[in-house]
């Protein structure tokens, strides 16, 4: 069993590559929900999302986020009826949030009504929320604290991040099976997702951490970063908040006290000793997935190193 940790649309790439190299039955793959929002009253999980519509091969190539030719006649009517529209969501991808809403509202657990999109689009592997309880991602800025969203979609990452914080954690708990399935994996893979607001979230579920410490598995973490610049999104800035630097070796030193082996680009093998003195094992190659066959041989290459 391989269990994947992920969040936003670089790790989804990493999840796509494992997906197509094993047999999906079995990927456990464990998704941030920091990042969930309710927009126009309907429950959002990104990142739950975009592993649900990677897998289920809805997810829109171009964005890496909703669906691929989806529509927006919704989101133009509640423009026109004066509703905020900086978020966008599609017909088809409505139809998701009126589902999770739904099923909220009658009591169900995020991992019950995740199991349940997957089952219906067709999706065999197991994506697991990190927790069935609301966290939240906040992060103060000079203007105020924002949710991630806010700062993300509507701020375009702009504004100077100051603190962030991850409002709940300290009441949830690991969604049903996820503890299960990092203590019984044979491959537990960090993807290459932001450290502080995707994979940060994850661990500080508590017992989380722990129980990637406990694990037999080998702990493969990718890199998001290559010289520092992360591929998309503001990872990089987020590092200084982590406390480390924006580096490989930054990266090694956040999650050292869990990771065997951090796979980097061959951009970055001049600090592979750094990482090395770490104790963390080191595996250089091209990190860079842009096209599906960079994405199964980053995965294959995974697979290779870690059996
Ligand atoms: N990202 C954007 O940059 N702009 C959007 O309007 C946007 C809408 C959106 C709707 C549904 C969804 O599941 C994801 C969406 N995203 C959008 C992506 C999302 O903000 C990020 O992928 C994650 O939160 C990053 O981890």
């Excluded at 969930?36 to 986020?65: E, N």
């Excluded at 529209?85 to 949030?97: E, K, P, V, Y």
């Excluded at 375009?156 to 019984?184: F, H, K, M």
């Excluded at 990872?235 to 951090?262: C, K, N, P, T």
Aim: hydrophobic share 40%.
């Amino acid at each position: 069993m391989i269990v994947l940790l992920t969040g936003g649309t670089g790790g989804a790439k990493l999840v796509l590559g494992f997906h197509e190299e094993t047999a999906p039955e079995d990927l456990v793959v464990v998704c941030n929900t920091a990042d969930d929002s309710v927009v126009h009253g309907l429950h959002v999980s990104p990142d739950v999302d975009t592993i649900v519509y990677t897998l289920a091969g809805l997810i829109d190539p171009a964005k890496g986020w909703g669906i691929r030719g989806d529509t927006f006649a919704v989101l133009d009517q509640l423009q026109r009826l004066g509703n905020e529209s900086w978020f966008r969501l599609g017909d088809r991808d409505i139809a998701t949030h009126l589902t999770r809403t739904r099923m909220l509202a009658q009591g169900q657990p995020l991992s019950l009504i995740t199991a349940t999109l997957c089952r219906e689009l067709g999706v065999s592997s197991a994506v697991l929320p990190m927790s069935d309880e609301r966290v939240e991602t906040r992060l103060s800025t000079p203007e105020g604290e924002l949710s991630f969203q806010e700062y993300f979609v509507k701020a375009r990452w702009q504004p100077e991040v100051l603190s962030l914080r991850y409002q709940g954690i300290e009441q949830c708990r690991p969604a049903p099976g996820v503890l299960e399935a990092i203590r019984g994996a044979d491959l537990v893979a960090v993807c290459p997702s932001n450290p502080a607001t995707s994979i940060g979230p994850i661990l500080a579920v508590p017992g989380i951490r722990e129980a990637l410490r406990e694990t037999s598995a080998r702990v493969a973490a990718v890199s998001p970063m290559v010289r520092g610049r992360s591929f998309s999104g503001p990872a990089h800035r987020f590092m200084a908040i982590l406390g480390v630097e924006a580096s490989v070796a930054g990266l090694a030193g956040a999650y050292r006290d869990f990771v065997d082996v951090l796979v980097i680009d061959t951009e970055d093998r001049d600090l592979q000793p750094a990482v090395e003195k770490l104790g963390i094992d080191v595996k250089a190659t091209s990190i860079r997935m842009d096209t599906l066959d960079d994405k199964r041989r980053l995965a294959r290459e995974i697979l290779r190193f870690s059996s």
